[in-house]
């Protein structure tokens, strides 16, 4: 069992940065594939960003190529986020998933958190 928790959410303007982290609870943390997916209101939920195991594959989304990283910290069970270059399209709810493989699709997700919201204004 994973427990994922967000955090780093909030309102910034266009052109801004912000950083989520994403806290997981167990042993598998390691073991597993590790995404954040984004839903904005009346639309699908898509995959943002993805890391393997060892963090050395990355894998990220054509509208979020050169502004957002993923990294992750496999000693403190931690994934991270860093978003730069901020765009008011950028506002949606962000997700922590968990899974089996990368890149990870959503058919791959294991484990869900509850999810943190990011506003762009513009």
């Known amino acids: 069992q994973v427990q994922l928790v967000e955090s780093g959410g909030g309102l910034v303007q266009a052109g801004g940065s912000l950083r989520l982290s994403c806290a997981a609870s167990g042993r598998a943390f390691s073991s597993a594939g590790m995404g954040w997916f984004r839903q904005a209101p009346g639309k699908e939920r898509e995959s943002v960003a993805s890391i393997s195991r060892s963090g050395g594959s990355t894998y990220y989304a054509d509208s979020v190529k050169g502004r957002f990283t993923i990294s992750r910290d496999n000693a403190k069970n931690t994934l991270y986020l860093q978003m730069n270059s901020l765009k008011p399209e950028d506002t949606a709810v962000y997700y922590c998933?968990?899974?089996?493989?990368?890149?990870?699709?959503?058919?791959?997700?294991?484990?869900w958190g509850q999810g943190t919201q990011v506003t762009v204004s513009s």
């Open positions: 998933a968990a899974g089996i493989s990368v890149p990870l699709a959503y058919y791959h997700v294991i484990y």
